[in-house]
């Protein structure tokens, strides 16, 4: 059973940064693609950064440049730097793994074609 949690989601102001992370247990991260997604409400859930088994990344247009996704395959954590943050960034995150999408398009990694996901961490950034 694979089980994954996030941390790290809170309030701040815009302009500032958070740090999330996801803690996986009885599962590899290093086996395969892992994700971060977000949610609004009244919205579909968006696929925000992903990583590839080899190290490849993909962000959404709207977080180029302010987000970084990272992993600790060691310890099975994930990671998403989010800097300069704006009111839009507001959602639930979610962390993702066990990849069953396309995996011949990179691109791929940002639909919510993954079996296992978080419970997610919320994250409110005001203006």
């Known amino acids: 059973q694979v089980h994954l949690v996030e941390s790290g989601g809170g309030s701040v102001e815009a302009g500032g940064s958070l740090r999330l992370s996801c803690a996986a247990s009885?599962?590899?991260?290093?086996?395969?693609?892992m994700a971060w997604f977000r949610q609004s409400p009244g919205n579909v859930r968006e696929g925000v950064a992903a990583m590839t088994y080899y190290g490849s990344t993909f962000y959404a247009d709207s977080v180029k440049g302010r987000f970084t996704i990272s992993k600790d395959n060691a310890q099975n954590m994930l990671y998403l730097q989010m800097n300069t943050l704006k009111p839009e960034d507001t959602a639930m995150y979610y962390c993702a793994t066990g990849f069953r999408g396309d995996a011949a398009r990179g691109g791929a990694r940002l639909d919510p074609a993954y079996a296992y996901w978080g419970q997610g961490t919320q994250v409110i950034v005001s203006s």
């Open positions: 009885e599962y590899t991260f290093s086996s395969g693609s």
